[in-house]
């Protein structure tokens, strides 16, 4: 009789055990694979159009901005896709909440940012978040 009590308190240990080990292998990010790729494959080129548009809405300019020039694509891929994008943007004749036939801004208003985004992507879901965001003008 008393080994019933041992068994069951060992059972109990076994699954905290278990689920403690399981708790920090999900915590931890394992990469499947990690590669550069160009601006024109499906799930970048979405991302890059979607960082365009977080970018405007969060930016107080009156004007567009749109991406220029694509410096490097890097997707890392776990159990979701991150996205590490640089990229050349410059503000645009259109003024807000214009897109068309926006050229680049010259002379006093001209304005470029370089910028790193670090993106976290499901884009099969259209789920994305910014995980980190630097820019800087030139």
């Known amino acids: 009789m008393m080994a019933e009590p041992w ?3 060992r059972l109990l240990l076994a699954i ?7 708790t920090y292998q999900a915590r931890k990010k394992t990469f499947l694979s990690v590669h550069e ?3 024109v494959e499906n799930y970048a080129k979405d991302t890059l159009q979607w960082i365009t548009d ?10 567009h901005f749109r991406i220029f020039r694509v410096l490097k694509v890097q997707r890392r891929i776990t159990d979701h896709l991150e996205y590490h994008l640089n990229v050349e943007m410059q503000r645009t004749t259109c003024q807000k909440p214009e897109t068309m036939n926006c050229a680049p801004q010259e002379g006093e208003l001209h304005k470029q940012v370089n910028c790193f985004f670090s993106v976290f992507a499901i884009p099969w879901f259209e789920q994305y978040k910014i995980l980190n965001k630097t820019c800087s003008s030139d």
């Open 37 to 39: 790729v160009t601006a």
């Open 54 to 63: 977080q970018y405007n809405k969060e930016s107080d300019d009156k004007y």
């Open 16 to 22: 905290l055990l278990t689920l403690m080990t399981l």
């Open 7 to 9: 068994q069951a308190l």
